[in-house]
């Protein structure tokens, strides 16, 4: 595997370095979620690179792009929404219009219901006493999320962590599994 700084030498003309390579991935083949998915992850925050055709893009924008490539992968959003500002939204192409990271949120968990982080991240959208109503009418406050979010997944420490933080003294949260949790 090559480190970020590292090159590889093609011919006596062409040399080079892994993001230069996903890049030419790209340009071949501009479905290739992969590539873009790779380019996401060798980026750091604030950090752009230049694609083939002279554009320039961030972080945010390969991952609209990796969405648009592999639109069933939950955990995509996930990132998306972890990548806006409070305020901000992304322009989906399959879903025609801008989402919020709430929004980023509940997709993945229509895609996913048994994504425990995506509960998590959503119910850390909300303040205290908002509720989040899902497409199917299922509303949720932070806490019944929190809890939705162990639920899905037992072993999941900034759910029970965050859950924690939220519950009233002497406030205690019931678990599927007949399990008291007290503050």
Do not use: W
Request: charged content about 30%.
């Amino acid at each position: 595997l090559l480190d970020v700084g590292e090159t590889v030498r093609l011919d006596d003309e062409c040399e080079l370095g892994k993001r230069q390579l996903l890049v030419e991935a790209i340009r071949s083949d501009e479905d290739c979620g992969e590539a873009y998915r790779s380019l996401v992850f060798a980026l750091s925050d604030g950090e752009t690179v230049q694609m083939a055709d002279d554009e320039t893009m961030d972080k945010k924008q390969l991952l609209i792009e990796v969405i648009r490539c592999q639109p069933d992968d939950s955990n995509l959003y996930i990132l998306l929404g972890d990548a806006l500002a409070a305020n901000e939204k992304a322009k989906i192409r399959r879903k025609r219009r801008s989402l919020d990271r709430a929004q980023l949120y509940q997709e993945a968990i229509r895609l996913d219901a048994n994504n425990g982080e995506a509960y998590n991240r959503l119910a850390m959208t909300l303040r205290e006493g908002e509720k989040t109503t899902f497409s199917d009418g299922r509303t949720f406050n932070q806490t019944q999320l929190f809890i939705e979010a162990i639920r899905r997944n037992r072993d999941h420490p900034y759910a029970y962590y965050n859950l924690a933080q939220v519950l009233v003294l002497p406030g205690t949260a019931n678990l599927a599994d007949g399990r008291v949790l007290d503050k």
